[in-house]
């Protein structure tokens, strides 16, 4: 007995959603919500959906309780015979007096085998992850969140009845939280143990746990890939790894706010929902203010509204944040993700390279206790030292044979792209075309932490035009294993060629160019009240995840978005 992840469509098309049913000896169970004609109902019993047949309210059940499992069946049987006893499968509140990593910490070293210390009293509450066992013991592993175990044994004898013992092994199933209480031992092998005098049920988990199944490199798996993503709960439940990257990314969280506080920076949180998107070159979901009948955008980016805090006199701020950009979705990128924006007053490009170079390098250390991080593979990665920079039109001429500057003809640079197999769009503008070869020619090969300076003017309409160089800007990328990780900028402070720039972009949207800036004319006139010279950067956190430790970006977001499965 229970629910079904099938939705209804042997039903009327008015309603939706998933259905909910009955079986034998028991009254209604868990439901779904349903719905009809938008209106959420919760009925007592299917009949009283009343633009649904009693023929087709038949079918919907015959479906699904041929889909549901026997073990749902049983395990909704013993949550339903608990309730008629008068015992609570979920409650509100248990005696615990510790955790089972406490219990460890305590303990673990300290008892020989087959010793107790009866004059403990432990109260602890964990999963059941494995339970085995005959006549008159039984020994279960609870686990704790962070995946900590305690073996406790149900034993009969002076603590623990032979009643209590057959309703365990009656009521309790894999996959429970279960609430024991008792004194503290080693079982005869040595193995820490709880020894138990009471206990009851604390969470009935109606679904059981994956099977766990040995892969063809003899690895020990409960969940594909992509079920791991799909069903992150399971996967926390059942894999070290997965609640060790959760651990990891609130570590370099961490460390990232510490070490701007350490610096004097101040954290704000900015607007999502924007009348204009700007802040980079991408292209933005589109949504819409029922209040305001008006459309808005999700950000896809902090920058502008970070500009304006710091022509307000908030010299060194930064935030972390989610954006949203509605482009592909591969190992790199995610629609949602988090990022990082930093901007110093009286800073370069030079100023916020040094920073980075310290905020990645400090993460690294207080996530993995070293700069010279182990990956998923198992190959090492380092982060420490000074890291190599590289101009950007001096690799891209050195990798494809021909001298390519911020004068090349458009035309030329197109033919080039031609021959590499790259496809260019009408809307492309030289410089566009100039960091698509790059990326083509150089991008994946540069492994080791490397920043990419000096971009084109055309492809930066925010960023400083360069002292000394002309045609390009103040802007680098940070590269790492052969991805692009951060990026940063003199900013450009000169309101009239900041309207400019942002004018050109409007035409090149125009154009078609779906990943073109709009003109802000808050944002211009907050700089033309004066924005002081400022460094700026932007970090991807979940490609900072996907550096540190190797895994894929869907691994590094803790729930990240995926494509839907139909049902």
Known sequence: MGSSPTRGTDASPEIRG???????CQAT?????????????????????????????????EKLSQEASKEMRERLEKRAR??????????????????????RSQYDGVLKPDEQRLDTDIAVAGRIMLRRGSGKIAFTS??????????????????????????????????????????????????????????RIASKAIRPLPKT?????????????????????????????????????????????????NRDYIEIETPMLQTVHGGASARPFLTHINAYDQDLYLRIATELFLTRAVVGGIDRVFEINRNFRNEGADSTHSPEF?????????????????????????????????????????????????????????????????????????????KIAQTRGISVAPFWVPGKIVEELFEDACGDQLWEPTFVR??????????????????VTEKWDLYVRGMELATAYSELADPVIQRERLVAQSLEAAKGDPEAMQIDEEFLQAMEQGFPPTGGMGMGIDRLLTAITGLGIRETITFPFIKPVDR
């Open 338 to 414: 988090t990022a990082l924006e930093a901007y110093q007053t009286y800073g370069t490009y030079d100023t916020m390279a040094e920073l980075t170079r310290n905020l990645v390098q400090q993460a690294a250390l207080d996530a993995c206790g070293t700069t010279l991080v182990t990956l998923a593979d198992g190959t090492e990665y380092d982060f420490g030292g000074e890291w190599k920079s590289i101009d950007l039109y001096t690799s891209v001429s050195d990798a494809l044979g021909v001298e390519i500057t911020p004068e090349t003809p458009r035309d030329t640079l197109e």
């Open 29 to 61: 169970i868990l439901s779904d919500i349903w719905q009809a004609e938008n209106k959420a109902l919760e009925p007592s019993s299917l009949s009283i959906i009343r633009k649904v047949s009693e023929q087709e309210v038949q079918a919907i059940q």
């Open 82 to 103: 608990l309730y008629e006893e008068g015992i609570d499968p979920y409650p509100a509140e248990l005696p615990i007096n510790t955790t089972i990593d406490q219990v």
């Open 213 to 261: 199944y040995t892969n063809e490199a003899g690895e020990e798996v409960s969940l594909s890939e992509e079920a791991r993503v799909r069903l992150r709960h399971l996967d926390l439940i059942m894999r070290s790894d997965a609640r060790d990257t959760v651990r990891l990314r609130s570590a370099v969280m961490k460390s990232l706010r510490k070490n701007f506080d």
């Open 142 to 199: 609870l686990q704790q969140g962070d995946g900590t175990r305690l073996q406790a044994i149900f034993q009969v004898g002076e603590f623990l009845t032979l009643e209590s013992l057959k309703k365990y092994k009656a009521d309790a199933d894999l996959g429970d939280h279960l609430f024991v209480r008792g004194h503290i031992g080693t079982s005869k092998r040595g193995e820490l143990s709880l020894f138990v005098h009471e206990w």
């Open 454 to 471: 000096d971009f084109p003017e055309d492809t930066s309409p925010l960023t400083r035009p360069h002292r000394t160089k002309k045609g």
């Open 18 to 24: 998933f259905f909910l049913y009955d079986i034998p």
